[in-house]
């Protein structure tokens, strides 16, 4: 059966009337997994940039940041709707009168017509889901939430830090407050299975989640995953694999559940491995090409 799937463009273009572009935004906040919080040294696979390479960098001020994203997107992009994408580490970690001031500075702003939030599940307190209710009554909050997966050895492996119970508690007061769900999932993790990384993927559709964002695992300088692999530790998945198992993973993923992504972006100067996924372009085209033929 062919893959249909409901990507992010078409649900937003339904949504707001014509295409909408993301600008990522830095909000200088950092991660418990990485100050001693909940965890030292982040997940393996997390890069110094707090996985938002490509964010603009940190200024204080949001408005002149998102002045800035659009000027750079401007090349590409020439219409007035975005949505407000912060990005780099997470983002509900923070004093919340501070929190409130960036994402009211970005909501407000006459051309932002959503806010989309990438933060971990246990980083959701009673005043920041209050915020995020309050948020999302002027326009669509959008909260991103790294699971990456469900199986307990690979989040210990990966460092990850919480319990697959936040992620529930967070989709549970998430929904309870109207915002949009979205569940990202990393394909590859090391020692991951077919049947394992198809398991994660039911596991976010079935759990309430609006949206998914499949990544494929990239392996980025600096990283404590780099050690690994560069140590023999696992082997990435080569590109035949990745679009073959992608196309499994649309299968398993209910049309009303839009997909937001399904590869990744990783910064060139970085990226170790698979260096295949350095043409994103052409890995989509792949895609594309293999979907049509199923
Ligand atoms: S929770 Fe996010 S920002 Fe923090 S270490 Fe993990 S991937 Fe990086």
């Known amino acids: 059966m062919l893959p249909y799937y409901y990507s992010y463009n078409e649900y937003m273009t339904e949504r707001f009337g014509e295409k909408v572009y993301k600008l990522s935004l830095d909000a200088g906040l950092t991660c418990p997994n990485r100050d001693g919080t909940k965890g030292t040294g982040g997940c393996i696979f997390?890069?110094?940039?707090?996985?938002?390479?490509f964010s603009e960098r940190h200024i204080d001020d949001i408005s002149l940041q998102i002045e800035r994203a659009k000027k750079q997107v401007g090349k590409k992009?020439?219409?007035?709707?975005?949505?407000?994408y912060f990005q780099s580490y997470t983002n509900t970690y923070g004093d919340i009168d501070y929190l409130c001031k960036i994402f009211s500075d970005a909501i407000n702003n006459e051309n932002i017509v959503a806010l989309s939030i990438g933060t971990r599940p246990d980083c959701l307190g009673k005043d920041v889901i209050e915020l995020l209710g309050e948020l999302n009554k002027i326009k669509p909050v959008f909260v991103e939430l790294g699971l990456q997966t469900?199986?307990?050895?690979?989040?210990?492996?990966?460092?990850?830090c919480y319990e697959l119970s936040d992620y529930d508690e967070a989709v549970r007061k998430l929904k309870e407050i109207g915002v949009n769900v979205v569940v990202h999932v990393i394909l590859g993790l090391p020692h991951e299975t077919e049947d394992m990384m198809l398991g994660t993927v039911d596991y976010a559709v079935k759990s309430g989640a609006d949206g998914i964002k499949l990544h494929l695992l990239h392996v980025l300088k600096g990283t404590a995953l780099e050690k690994m692999y560069l140590d023999g530790g696992f082997d990435v998945l080569t590109e035949d694999e990745y679009i073959a198992l992608v196309i499994k993973c649309l299968k398993h993923i209910p049309k009303n559940v839009v997909v937001h992504r399904v590869t990744g972006d990783a910064p060139k100067k970085l990226l170790v491995a698979p260096l295949w996924s350095a043409d994103k372009k052409e890995v989509l085209n792949r895609l594309n090409r293999e979907i049509r033929k199923k």
């Open 46 to 53: 997390c890069s110094a940039g707090g996985s938002g390479d």
């Open 150 to 160: 469900v199986h307990a050895e690979t989040a210990k492996l990966i460092n990850r």
């Open 77 to 84: 992009y020439s219409g007035d709707k975005f949505v407000a």
